[in-house]
């Protein structure tokens, strides 16, 4: 991998989260990393008889006048098996903040300079350790809230897309070289068929593109999570539904109709996806301000639903506000839940089935806690089209975005070569492409552009 221009500064800073806690970390970064730390050092061994990767246990002292901060773990990791590739060495104190301020004072009036956020990351990509796509994997991996987005932020710090995206470069070199190598003969010398040959290799490029591209919408959903939000008209369940979900009494559940009246929105991780679940005001003809604007809420958030859950009461008939959910929730992703199955059967469920033909309905009892197993099952697999499946590789918008562009490069150059167009025009299409692929690796990117990625991580990252 690349080797980018060396910081010749030293980095330090808190890596370890604000707050007490059983151990917190100073980490040193940078050419004078040890020298620095050894400042900080007293122990046996002496510093210069520390083993790489090794830690040591000794005191941390104030190097202005030798006073005790704290006993700690010294961790010397040199160049190039770091986290950065750089010398480094994190000490290892007690998790406290003043103790930990201390230390990292002492660090940087020894020389050090407190890091930028991301600034540990960016200067693994930059000594070339890492890729941008595999930098950009550990702030997902850090964020992670759910075993699906765990498992996809460590495929992409594996190198999963960047694999991907190196085979996708190969060949579109092998296509550019041939056509750079056209450049130099006229028509009639190229041998027969060569334009249908460099037509059929581009397409060979553009399908398993286009595949990745379809997988973005998933891949972003499982990024950002999904939002599930549940409607229905007034005592159907929905607060009730919502609590057994978050298994606590989080929303006031009465027989009251009209009790839930404003968006109620928490984080869920249901069957291991990262769910933000919304319980809504029941669907019910009022002329109450608060309640209509409750009502008003529930119709905009449905909009944006990734799934809506309808509850309906099936001890009950169908009424007139069951009648305009069903018009209003025309067309949405749905599953029709009959609640209050344990109450004998009023509803007539046909008139709804002819109506959604196409739809899942479960009938569940959260009273007796009937049916919910299987309800869950059906949220996830109508969430992801098919849980055995590897999680798509696309998931950030920076790399969707570098892709459609190498995409619509490649179609180009395509649309060139089928057109008898002179080569230099589906060569430059080409390098346009390249460049679009190595943007998502880092290979051309923009330091702006790598200021703003680094600069959404946390400091000491
Ligand atoms: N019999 C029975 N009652 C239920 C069931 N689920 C909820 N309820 C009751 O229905 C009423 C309305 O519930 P709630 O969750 O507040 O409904 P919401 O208005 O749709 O949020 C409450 O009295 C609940 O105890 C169920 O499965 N069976
Ligand atoms: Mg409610």
Redesign the pocket.
């Known amino acids: 991998m690349k080797n980018r221009a060396a910081e010749n500064d030293t980095i330090c800073a808190i890596a370890t989260p604000p707050g007490e806690g059983g151990v917190g970390i100073v980490r040193i970064s940078g050419q004078a990393a040890g020298q620095i730390a050894a400042s900080l050092y007293r122990g046996t061994p002496s510093w210069d008889n520390l083993k790489s990767h090794t830690a040591t246990f000794a005191e941390v002292v104030d190097p202005k006048n030798s006073t005790l901060i704290d006993e700690a773990l010294f961790l010397p990791m040199f160049a190039p098996r770091s986290y950065t590739g750089e010398d480094v060495v994190e000490i290892q104190t007690h998790g406290n903040p003043l103790i930990l301020k201390k230390v990292l004072s002492a660090a940087i009036l020894q020389g050090a300079r407190l890091a930028s956020p991301g600034e540990f990351t960016r200067r693994a990509f930059m000594s070339g350790r890492i890729d941008l796509a595999q930098a950009e994997a550990v702030m997902e991996l850090v964020a992670a809230k759910s075993d699906i987005q765990h498992q996809w932020a460590l495929g992409q710090l594996k190198g999963r897309l960047s694999a991907k995206i190196s085979i996708l470069k190969k060949k579109l070199l092998a296509v550019l070289a041939e056509i750079e190598a056209s450049i130099d003969f006229s028509e009639e010398e190229l041998p027969l068929n060569s334009r249908e040959e460099i037509a059929s290799s581009i397409c060979g490029i553009l399908s398993p593109m286009r595949a990745l591209l379809a997988g973005y919408e998933v891949g972003r959903q499982i990024r950002e999570g999904f939002t599930v939000v549940i409607m ?1 008209r ?8 919502m ?1 057994h979900f978050l298994q606590e009494d989080r ?5 009251i ?1 009209g ?2 009246r404003d968006l109620l929105q928490e984080p869920v991780d249901l069957a291991g996806l990262s769910i933000k679940l919304v ?1 809504t005001a ?1 669907y019910r003809e009022t002329t109450h301000p608060v309640e209509q604007e409750g009502v008003a809420r529930a119709t905009r958030v449905q909009k944006q639903a990734d799934l809506v859950l309808w ?1 309906l009461d099936s ?1 009950q008939a169908l009424t007139k506000d069951d009648f305009y959910l069903a018009k209003m929730l025309q067309g949405r992703p749905l599953i029709i839940i009959l ?5 004998p059967l009023v509803l007539d469920e046909e008139v709804l089935r002819l109506r959604y033909p196409n739809t899942e309905f479960i009938s ?5 806690d009937t049916g919910l197993k299987a309800l869950s099952d059906c949220i996830k697999s109508r969430l992801i089209v098919s849980p055995e499946k590897e999680p798509p590789m696309l998931a950030l918008l920076r790399h969707r975005n570098a892709l459609v562009a190498a995409e619509s490069a490649l179609s180009a150059a395509l649309v060139s070569v089928q057109g008898g167009l002179s080569w230099e025009f589906p060569a430059i299409d080409l390098r346009d492409a390249l460049d679009a692929l190595g943007e998502i690796v880092g290979e051309t990117t923009l330091d702006t552009l790598l200021n703003e990625i680094f600069g959404q991580f946390c400091i000491g990252k």
């Open positions: 229905g007034a005592n159907v369940g929905k607060s009730s539904l609590n929303a006031i559940v009465t027989p109709a009790t839930t319980d029941g509850i001890s609640n209050k199955r344990d109450l569940i009892s959260i009273k007796s």
